[in-house]
């Protein structure tokens, strides 16, 4: 059993940047693969980042590519999302994920584990 708790969320203008944290509970946080998704008001939840249990392989979508930069640190059990460049399009609540697998997953099913989701938005 995996409990995630995310943080760093707020509001800042386009073009900023903010840095999401999400701790992770349990002795085997490092072969827990980890990922962010986003959910923007009446849309579906959507990928948007994603890591392997070492670090080793990461995975964006497109529209981050560039600009978010997903990390983690095993001895802190804990999982980044570096958010930069920013636009009004971001604006969602943010979710981080993991499952225990070694692989790079990027769709929601994918994962057996969520937190509660932390609010990004960005004013135009």
């Known amino acids: 059993q995996v409990q995630l708790v995310e943080s760093g969320g707020g509001l800042v203008q386009a073009g900023g940047s903010l840095r999401l944290s999400c701790a992770a509970s349990g002795r085997t946080f490092g072969v827990y693969a980890m990922g962010w998704f986003r959910q923007a008001p009446g849309k579906e939840r959507e990928f948007v980042a994603a890591?392997?249990?070492?670090?080793?392989?990461?995975y964006y979508t497109d529209s981050v590519k560039g600009r978010f930069a997903i990390s983690r640190d095993n001895a802190k059990n804990t999982v980044y999302l570096q958010m930069d460049s920013l636009k009004p399009e971001d604006t969602a609540v943010y979710y981080c994920a993991a499952t225990y697998t070694v692989g790079v997953l990027t769709t929601t099913r994918q994962y057996a584990y969520w937190g509660q989701g932390t609010q990004v938005t960005v004013s135009s």
């Open positions: 890591i392997s249990w070492n670090g080793g392989n990461t």
